[in-house]
């Protein structure tokens, strides 16, 4: 009997033992948390980060630029350091963090830019990271209607009051800061969305947000990052917010829906044609490798969750790695290409094949190597997104030797 009861309580000792151990390794929060305020250690380790971190709509990369943006913006320096490390660890490059300081000096000023400097330098010598230098890419190219119609708002509205700011404005902010391939326009436009509503200026808002899904980030991803800030934010500042996407969500709507081509579109009641002739629109540089072409583009109205589209691949493109809330089909028109889950080997397909990808199965896809490719690809949304896009596919990955050929 002593041996059965012994045998019990080392049982229940090492029981207890890795459920400690157990909780040593999922929470995020300091014990000195859980000694003031016990209710703040299980809202940061349960809810923020057990649950808004690991939300699909929003990739744990963007997550780590919006936080690193909040905290730079608004000067919470002892943060800082912790986050930038977590931004590393989840893709974010160096010269990345240092060009989001460098960006949010013109947003946010410059104290609390060169307060970040010091955390992030502090990080990089903790892991002997070698210093940054300027990118040697060539200058982004910004749309020159869009820039042409900006700097005349510009010119008119603050000109005439402040010309210096003005030409500040249209030849260092956006003739130099914004053209800097040091950070991809669809990041600067995200972190500075984030600052903005860090700082409580959601007016500045519009301008931003329409920038950044001009860029390819989604309605879905400017909603997350308002959900996102509420904890780093702060609930009124993110609730203040609101409205102002709402306005430039709706606006967006209103402006697509004129201008669909009248030979695109029998009446929205009845049905809707989409013709193959339709012009081909590039594949957003964040989502794709290569000069991908996507056309003849649908959507179905509510309650169908359905849309899907044409994508040409070249020889060598592909998609970042993504997934599907509700999976997706891939029907492949021509050529031959891969298609690769995460965990597996990459397979080849090719005309008349047809690729099924489960729900929520991280992967990619796109042209072999030596040869381009076509296919239609159809998905459904589950609360108004249809994917969420990951990482980039690395030429390593891509050009992998694990393929079923």
């Not at 889950?341 to 099924?356: L, N, S, T, Y």
């Amino acid at each position: 009997m002593k041996t059965i009861a012994a045998a019990i309580a080392l049982s229940a000792l090492a029981t207890t033992g890795v459920e400690a151990e157990e909780t040593r390794r999922t929470r995020v929060a300091p014990a000195a948390v859980y000694d003031v305020a016990p209710g703040l250690g299980h809202f940061t380790d349960d809810v923020l980060f057990g649950d808004v971190w690991l939300r699909p709509q929003l990739a744990a990369r963007d997550r780590s630029l919006i936080t690193v943006a909040a905290l730079v913006a608004t000067g919470k320096s002892a943060q800082i350091g912790s986050h930038v490390g977590r931004a590393l660890d989840n893709g974010v490059e160096p010269r990345e963090i240092g060009e989001l300081i460098t960006h949010l000096a013109f947003y946010t000023g410059w104290p609390n830019a060169m307060s970040a400097v010091t955390e992030a330098k502090t990080v990089f010598e903790a892991r002997n990271i070698a210093p940054v230098s300027d990118s040697d890419a060539a200058r982004i190219v910004l749309d020159a209607k869009a820039e042409a119609a900006r700097s005349r708002t510009v010119n008119t509205t603050v000109a005439p009051t402040a010309p210096a700011l003005a030409e500040l404005t249209n030849k260092v902010l956006f003739g130099d800061l914004w053209t800097r391939p040091d950070l991809s326009p669809r990041d600067r436009s995200l972190v500075t969305m984030a600052a903005l509503v860090a700082i409580g200026q959601p007016e500045q808002l519009p301008f931003h947000a329409n920038r950044a899904m001009d860029n390819g980030f989604t309605e879905t991803e400017a909603a997350e990052v308002l959900t996102h800030l509420g904890f780093y934010a702060g609930w009124p500042r993110a609730m203040s917010a609101v409205p102002v996407l709402e306005r430039v969500l709706a606006t967006r709507h209103e402006k697509k829906a004129e201008a669909m081509p009248e030979e695109t579109q029998i009446e929205k009641t009845d049905i809707t044609l989409t013709r193959a002739g339709t012009a081909a629109a590039g594949g957003p540089e964040a989502y794709f490798t290569g000069k991908v072409e996507i056309s003849t583009p649908y959507k179905g109205d509510a309650p169908a969750r359905i849309s899907g589209a044409t994508v040409s691949f070249p020889a060598g493109a592909r998609t970042a790695w993504h997934t599907h809330p509700l999976g997706q089909t891939l029907y492949i028109v021509s050529g031959k290409g891969w298609v690769q889950k995460e965990g597996a080997p990459r397979e080849a397909f090719g005309p008349g094949d047809v690729v099924w990808i489960p729900p929520l199965v991280k992967h990619w896809h796109g042209a072999a190597a030596d040869t381009p490719m076509v296919h239609f690809a159809v998905a459904e949304a589950l609360d108004g997104s249809a994917v969420t896009w990951l990482d980039k596919v690395t030429d390593a990955e891509y050009g992998g030797e694990a393929a079923i050929d």
